[in-house]
């Protein structure tokens, strides 16, 4: 990998990742029937954009299954 390809790397490494974009605040776990549990917001529109906090439901899912297990 030559200076380039390096300097690329390390630009796309510093980059935030973007995948939140792609979802809803009513596919995200802190979502609780209109309200966020994170940052507390009322009267969110469950198919309004995710933020960049987004969690996926079956992410916290299987966390939650493995810390249980760990127990
Ligand atoms: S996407 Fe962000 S604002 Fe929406 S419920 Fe999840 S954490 Fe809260």
Do not use: S, W, Y
Request: charged share 30%; hydrophobic share 30%; glycine share 8%.
């Amino acid at each position: 990998m030559g200076l380039f390809g390096k300097a690329l790397k390390r630009i796309r490494q510093g980059l935030p990742k973007m995948d939140f974009i792609k979802n809803k605040h009513g596919d995200c776990a802190n979502f609780d029937n209109g309200t966020c549990k994170v940052f507390h917001f009322t009267n969110l529109d469950p198919e309004g954009q995710a933020c960049p906090h987004f969690k996926a439901k079956k992410l916290a899912e299987t966390e939650n299954k493995t810390k249980n297990l760990e127990k």
